[in-house]
């Protein structure tokens, strides 16, 4: 069950995948929570062979689960967050490509657009025929699954976790005997949790098996060693990894970050730390990377000469080695050793040993998000105000105008309009013992998740429209006409058919389409930022 | 309106200034400010600065064509349900080049692994004349609890020998002398 900003959206996702009739069922299941199929029949109003069918495309999509628990019929529920990945699907596969090659790319793209694939499934649809072709795909295949951007699909990772958790916790709660006590509760919720997480670590270990055949004897020599390696596992079936091109999209957005903040080559620098341990960063729950050397930084870095030219120095020449620390010292900001200066660092620099710091950083792009929807809704006076609520924690009326410089005339309707949108809160003080509102101090504050939780709500709003303006463009009448003719396949044989206004038409919606597509893609990241590098928590450390 | 600010102007200064406060305008507005009001239309909404879209990057228009290619294959797949309808236009020459209705793939058994779905919908859709073995299980749980209870108070009366309880056990049903919110009286009186 989602909220319904959120459920609106995710039934948009499907309706632009899967269909208006999907898109019915989806709609059913996010704003009722669980249904069996009977319900869903009432519910959506269509016939049970097209809803047994739409289940069936996003159970194999990942987008539904099902549960068959004792004494209920199967329940089927939406998978909210599979559901707002499909909008990053693109860069997914870009990621890809960008990783490992074109062969890569093809082989996510094919399993994006199945759901879930074996490897030979993967190759047939792929159309690979011979064999040297088919052994790139193969490398590359075993590339992705071993840098965990496969991961299997197990008949488990179709049951919701909340399903899961409960069925063992009630397994563990028929094994106490007698009366249960809070203690015992709890041990059981304990222990039902660390079964989960067993089963999805050994869930992450399939995929790869070892080659069947081993060399006799023969442990001295080191070829012998590099043969005996992992092989991809045929009969797995094998899906989208988000998490894991997650992380990349995090990567991307805090060098940005350091490339606006300091320059272009703090920003190679930076990128250069992180990926010496991109290996080991496989979700987005870190809250900092391993500890990093400055000379495994440095090797990272391919062009050193290029460095130099992005920090003024008196003497001329400079050494690599120098450069680079200058440089991790500003991302440090080693300058500034006060709680202020490290939270807004990239980095910390202790011991030569480097750590790229994703939580402040997580931290500090959301803060800017707040701030420049604040800027753009309320002004300048408007951010002042957030600023120094946001610094301070709770004040009065009176103190807010005197300590921002503002008339209180001025104070008043911005701290209104601002409550009304979420970004501050009030907190009730009273003076008497009854909370008559005129013997009440109303402290303003800023409340960090109800402001965020806004913001959300208002990004999800807006890709719905993104979304909703593309589908109709699509069915403005010359344009729906114009695409229906094309979708004819002597005129997808023969371009000439079309007139030279229909290919105008056609050439105009196919760039229109592709604006609003990159503004979902940026509007997408604005979201990425409040959603999912949230993991950590957002409160401040103050 | 200008006759309206008459009226209320006479009626105000018959009762004698702003004693009668509620036929004041709101807002502060004098009748003045109301008179010289303009009669035109206001906008709709007021004016915005728009923000301008800047130009895709390259990574960017990548990405979204991906994204769009994405979705087009999978409109032509068998993943996108559509519910075949007759359409009563006049048949047409170029009906032969129109994607027809048939041409939607369909979900194949064999390219879905079975363990991943409940099998019953997979049963169901692939094979919708197969016979239902299974009657609804709910109807005998139902039944099974009445059993159970009558069962549990003649256990109970044996063990018990509470034979006050068990004795009245057909009549306490029918006989409505307590409340029915009173259902711990009745329990404990049954046994």
């Keep these: 069950m989602a909220d319904s900003h959120t459920g609106c959206l995710c039934t948009e996702i499907v309706h632009t995948h899967f269909g208006p009739l999907t898109s019915k069922v989806a709609s059913a299941l996010l704003t009722r929570g669980r249904l069996p199929l009977s319900q869903l029949v009432v519910f959506t109003g269509l016939k049970p062979r097209t809803i047994r069918a739409s289940l069936i495309s996003l159970i194999q999509h990942n987008v539904v689960w099902h549960v068959q628990n004792a004494g209920e019929p199967e329940m089927f529920e939406v998978n909210v967050d599979e559901c707002l990945m499909r909008l990053r699907y693109g860069r997914y596969i870009l990621q890809a490509e960008k990783l490992f090659g074109k062969p890569a790319a093809e082989i996510v793209q094919v399993i994006l657009q199945h759901g879930k694939l074996v490897p030979p499934e993967m190759f047939s649809l792929l159309r690979i025929t011979d064999p040297k072709t088919l052994l790139v795909y193969k490398q590359a ?4 699954v071993a840098g965990s951007y496969l991961r299997a699909s197990t008949p488990k990772s179709h049951v919701s976790p909340k399903d899961r958790l409960i069925q063992y916790e009630i397994d563990e709660k028929k094994k106490i005997v007698g009366f249960p006590t809070a203690k015992q509760l709890r041990e059981a919720k304990e222990v039902a949790e660390a079964r989960i997480k067993q089963e999805d670590d050994e869930t992450e270990k399939v995929g790869l098996k070892r080659k069947a055949k081993e060399q006799p004897g023969h442990r001295n020599s080191k070829k012998k060693a590099v043969e005996d390696e992992t092989v991809v596992d045929d009969e797995v079936y094998f899906r989208i990894n988000c998490e894991r091109f997650n992380v990349h999209i995090r990567n991307t957005l805090m060098t940005t970050a350091a490339k606006e903040r300091f320059n272009v080559q ?15 960063q496989l979700n987005l729950s870190d809250a900092r990377t391993d500890p990093i050397s400055v000379s495994n930084v440095m090797m990272q870095l391919s062009d050193v000469g290029e460095l130099s030219s992005g920090l003024a120095y008196p003497s001329k020449k400079v050494s690599a080695g120098t450069c680079v620390k200058d440089y991790l010292g500003m991302l440090s900001s080693a300058d500034n050793p006060t709680p202020a200066g490290k939270a807004g660092a990239f980095i910390s620099f202790g011991s030569s040993k480097v750590q790229v710091e994703f939580e402040t950083i997580s931290r500090r792009l959301r803060r800017q998000v707040l701030e420049a929807v604040t800027r753009e809704k309320h002004g300048s006076e408007g951010v002042r105000i957030l600023r120094l609520l946001l610094g301070t924690g709770k004040m009065d009326e009176k103190q807010i105008s005197k300590v921002v410089l503002m008339a209180a005339k001025d104070v008043r309707p911005l701290l209104a309009a601002m409550a009304a949108d979420s970004i501050i809160s009030t907190q009730e003080v009273p003076k008497s013992a009854d909370r008559n509102p005129t013997r009440t101090f109303y402290l303003w504050y800023v409340d960090l998740y109800k402001a965020y939780a806004a913001i959300l709500e208002d990004t999800f709003k807006t890709l719905y429209n993104i979304s909703a303006r593309r589908r109709a463009e699509r069915e403005a009448p010359e344009v729906k006409a114009v695409l229906e003719k094309s979708q004819r396949t002597d005129v997808q044989q023969d371009e000439s058919l079309l007139t030279r206004i229909e290919r105008e038409t056609l050439r105009d919606w196919e760039a229109k389409e592709q604006k609003l597509t990159v503004l979902e893609s940026r509007v997408e990241e604005l979201v990425f930022i409040l959603r999912d590098l949230a993991v950590h928590g957002i409160e401040d450390l103050d | 309106m200008s006759r309206g600010g008459g009226r209320f102007g006479g009626r105000g200064g018959g009762r004698g200034g702003f004693a009668g406060g509620a036929t004041q305008p709101p807002m502060g507005l004098t009748f003045a400010d109301l008179q010289n009001l303009s009669r035109e239309a206001t906008a709709l909404y007021p004016a915005r600065h728009l923000p301008v879209f800047t130009d895709a990057t390259e990574d960017e228009g990548r990405a979204a064509d991906l994204q769009l290619g994405l979705i087009s294959r999978l409109k032509d797949s068998q993943y996108y349900i559509v519910e075949k309808t007759r359409s009563n236009g006049l048949p047409r020459y170029s009906d032969k080049y129109r994607p027809s209705l048939t041409s939607q793939p369909a979900l194949k058994r064999k390219e879905l692994h079975a363990p991943f779905f409940p099998s019953e919908l997979l049963e169901d859709y692939f094979n919708p004349k197969r016979r239902k073995k299974t009657v609804s299980k709910s109807g005998k749980a139902r039944v099974n609890i009445d ?21 009245n056990e057909a009549e306490d049903y029918d006989v409505d002398e307590e409340d029915d919110n009173d259902y711990a009286g009745k329990l404990l009186r049954q046994r």
Excluded: C, F, N, W
């Excluded at chain 1, 295949?141 to 992705?144: D, E, G, M, P």
């Excluded at chain 1, 703090?266 to 080991?280: F, G, Q, Y």
């Excluded at chain 2, 059993?147 to 004795?167: F, P, V, Y």
């Design chain 2, 147 to 167: 059993e159970l209870l009558a069962e549990d108070e003649e256990e109970k009366s044996d063990d018990e020998r509470s034979d006050a309880g068990s004795q």
């Design chain 1, 266 to 280: 703090a920003a190679v620098v930076l990128e250069a730390a992180i990926r010496a341990t991109e290996k080991a």
């Design chain 1, 141 to 144: 295949l075993h590339k992705l």
